[in-house]
């Protein structure tokens, strides 16, 4: 069992920086993948970024270039710092944690291959 809580989330401006924690308790942390989604109202839950446990990276293309997604393995943290915000960027933010399994291989961008999920924490940027 891994327990995750995010913290970070609020209100800022078009253009603003914030950024996301998640602190894990729990199983082993460096033996899992690790990956942000977010769900705007009305909308499916999706991906954001993951960084597997080999230290890779891979980001949606609607984030790429404006978050950068890490991870502590001695602090059990998971962050997401995001610069240059849009208002579309507003929703709610989850940060997850997947077992390797050739599943979580084929499909690392698919919430269902993620076993444990946070609360999740607000993000609202304004224009």
């Known amino acids: 069992q891994v327990q995750l809580v995010e913290s970070g989330g609020g209100l800022v401006q078009a253009g603003d920086s914030l950024g996301l924690s998640c602190a894990a308790s729990?199983?082993?942390?460096?033996?899992?993948?690790l990956g942000w989604f977010r769900q705007a109202p009305g909308e499916e839950r999706e991906f954001v970024a993951v960084?597997?446990?080999?230290?890779?990276?891979t980001y949606a293309d609607s984030v790429k270039g404006r978050f950068t997604i890490s991870r502590d393995n001695a602090k059990n943290t998971l962050d997401l710092q995001m610069n240059s915000l849009k208002p579309e960027d507003t929703a709610v933010y989850y940060c997850a944690a997947g077992p390797s399994s050739s599943r979580w291989d084929d499909s690392p961008r698919e919430p269902d291959n993620y076993d444990y999920w946070g609360q999740g924490t607000q993000v609202t940027v304004s224009s």
């Open positions: 960084v597997n446990k080999f230290g890779v990276h």
């Open positions: 729990g199983r082993t942390f460096l033996n899992y993948n």
